[in-house]
């Protein structure tokens, strides 16, 4: 699930910068705030790579899917593109543990046939 996970939080990482890009061309926006902003959410992707598979790990990535999608009231096609990474987030979620748990069986099933063999003299 890890790698899954820290694949689509890469991803995101550089849609996020490319967003502040796009908003910096709003008159309206200061250009520290946009950076202040997506900064933090791109430091936010990074260190959620390391923290996906502790406990709250996939909540936070939930919470900062929703921020992706809210981001759409700054820069409208973050409306669609946080729509995918919310989809590419639920896969990588879902998948990631269907892996895991084959990953798991596996080692289960070969664990028995490793300890039977005789070791090499």
Do not use: N
């Amino acid at each position: 699930m890890r790698t899954l996970c820290a694949s689509t939080l890469i991803g995101e990482f550089f849609v996020i910068g490319f967003a502040g890009l796009v908003a910096m061309k709003d008159p309206d926006l200061a250009t520290s705030t946009v950076w202040t902003v997506s900064g933090i959410a791109m430091f936010f992707c990074l260190a959620l790579c390391g923290v996906v598979t502790r406990p709250g790990g996939v909540a936070l990535g939930w919470a900062l899917q929703v921020a992706l999608i809210a981001s759409g009231f700054v820069v409208p096609t973050m409306f669609f593109m946080g729509v995918v990474f919310a989809a590419l987030w639920w896969a990588s979620v879902h998948y990631g543990r269907k892996i895991d748990e084959a990953k798991a069986r596996f080692a289960a099933q070969a664990a028995p046939a490793d300890s039977t063999t005789p070791d090499a003299v």
